[in-house]
Nanobody, 124 residues
């Protein structure tokens, strides 16, 4: 199994930035796909961004395009989410997740392993 641990969340003012990290441990083989999801209080968990192990383009929710950037360092077994121009509506618990296969990386059911989440709060 793959263990995922998120870090980097915190409190930031609107317009500010945060960088989230997700460190993976466990089997040597890296998952093909890594994603970020978020869940606000009383809301469903929603897709934020995803990146494949090789090739292809990153995927982003429309709400974060142009503001967030997903990247990965396979040598460090870590995926990052750079969050710029943060808005109060970005406030949520952010989760990283891994998938072994997906035609559509935005679908939550593709993901097999999940981190425990890190809180991001954006004040107005």
């Amino acid at each position: 199994q793959v263990q995922l641990v998120e870090s980097g969340g915190g409190l930031v003012q609107a317009g500010g930035s945060l960088r989230l990290s997700c460190a993976a441990s466990g089997p040597t083989f890296s998952p093909y796909l890594m994603g970020w999801f978020r869940q606000a209080p009383g809301k469903e968990r929603e897709f934020v961004a995803a990146i494949r192990g090789v090739g292809g383009s990153p995927y982003y929710a429309d709400s974060v395009k142009g503001r967030f950037t997903i990247s990965r360092d396979n040598a460090k077994r870590t995926v990052y989410l750079q969050m710029n121009s943060l808005k109060p509506e970005d406030t949520a618990v952010y989760y990283c997740a891994s998938a072994t296969f997906a035609y559509n990386p935005t679908m939550i059911n593709n993901y097999n392993f999940w981190g425990q989440g890190t809180q991001v709060t954006v004040s107005s």
